[in-house]
């Protein structure tokens, strides 16, 4: 029976079997799909590659992020940015108020003079984040959980609720991917979250998957 436990997320019963069981089979499942996808995205891989390295800089971009326990580790994406990128923006946030503003309201901006060429249609397509099945399969983080955030932002917007972000590992997408990303507000993404942390479900986990293209599709909030 599955029981409903917030928007869209459903929840199976409890059980200490299946309580025991959960992390096991998710972390299976993490490690079966993540190179499946690897295998079959290989030629997108590639191809993704080339056109950063031709943009001049590294392919990759490593930012530091907080996972499960604490844990910090590199999050990986391909380069989306200018390799100065965060010179770039502390002269912007300097002297704008307003991208100050914005930026401090959801570590974000809609229009970001440090994004590329090429970034600009990889964040949009979510194609920046492929890397970070690497990240999966050292165990960093999962198909499915809470978006990797920095220790600042945990500091900032969680409160008391990190202890429930922090109890699980962050995951490549999750309720706030499906939830509209960027156009929501930093509480509403805190809140999806502890829903998620609080109410483990393999099941949930398929649902919020299978969602996943929809939203990369219709790219709401990706910027």
């Known amino acids: 029976m599955l029981l409903r436990s917030g928007r869209g997320l459903p929840r199976p019963d409890r059980g200490p079997l299946l309580d025991a069981l959960r992390p096991v089979l998710k972390r299976g499942f993490d490690i079966a799909g993540a190179l499946a996808l690897l295998l079959m995205l290989l030629p997108v891989f590639v191809l993704i590659a080339a056109f950063v390295k031709a943009d001049g800089g590294p392919v990759f971009y490593a ?23 965060d010179r770039r923006l502390a002269a ?22 440090r994004v590329t060429w090429i970034g600009r249609f990889l964040r949009a397509s979510s194609l920046d984040e492929l890397p970070q099945l690497l990240n999966v399969l050292r165990g960093e983080m999962s198909l499915v959980g809470p978006r990797p955030v920095q220790a600042a932002e945990l500091t900032m917007h969680y409160g008391a609720a990190a202890e429930h972000y922090l109890s699980v590992r962050p995951g490549i997408t999750g309720l706030w991917q499906v939830s509209g990303r960027s156009d929501t507000s930093y509480a509403t993404r805190v809140a999806l979250d502890v829903r998620y942390a609080t109410n483990p479900s393999l099941l949930a986990d398929l649902l919020i998957l299978l969602r996943t293209p929809a939203a990369v599709l219709l790219r709401r909030g990706a910027y």
Do not use: I
Request: with cysteine; proline share 4%; glycine share 6%.
């Open 63 to 85: 930012h530091e992020r907080v996972g499960r326990s604490g844990r910090r580790f590199g999050c990986l994406k391909f380069r989306s940015m200018v390799v100065d990128a």
């Open 92 to 113: 912007l946030l300097e002297k704008d108020p307003a991208a100050r503003a914005e930026w401090e309201a959801c570590r974000k901006l809609k229009r970001d003079p």
